[in-house]
């Protein structure tokens, strides 16, 4: 889970250097920087306890990036499945 995000976090990254580095991209390059930070902080939202609003900051920032961004997309989704399914295991052992 965690892996596909953090390489669709590095790809993502690789592509807004790539952008930024061009003059005439450089005001894409800055909205696409702010989508990479977005991601990241999700990222690191998700091991101190903000599992899902982490995972959803990660999926959305990811959006931004289609096609490299289906991999981050993809992780964030694992996570995002996984905490549902723990909350209907606990809900199904308490009844």
Same mark, same amino acid.
């Given at each position: !889970?965690?892996?596909? !995000?953090?390489?669709?976090?590095?790809?993502?990254?690789?592509?807004?250097?790539?952008?930024?580095?061009?003059?005439?991209?450089?005001?894409?390059?800055?909205?696409?920087?702010?989508?990479?930070?977005?991601?990241?902080?999700?990222?690191?939202?998700?091991?101190?306890?903000?599992?899902?609003?982490?995972?959803? !900051?990660?999926?959305?920032?990811?959006? !931004?990036?289609?096609?490299?961004?289906?991999?981050?997309?993809?992780?964030?989704?694992?996570?995002?499945?996984?905490?549902?399914?723990?909350?209907?295991?606990?809900?199904?052992?308490?009844?």
């Amino acid at each position: !889970m965690y892996a596909c !995000m953090l390489t669709g976090w590095i790809a993502n990254g690789a592509v807004t250097a790539a952008i930024l580095s061009d003059p005439e991209l450089g005001p894409l390059g800055l909205v696409l920087a702010a989508g990479v930070s977005v991601q990241a902080l999700g990222i690191l939202l998700i091991p101190c306890g903000g599992r899902r609003i982490g995972a959803r !900051m990660a999926l959305i920032a990811s959006i !931004m990036f289609v096609p490299v961004g289906l991999i981050g997309a993809l992780g964030a989704r694992r996570v995002l499945d996984a905490l549902s399914r723990e909350e209907f295991e606990a809900r199904r052992t308490e009844t």
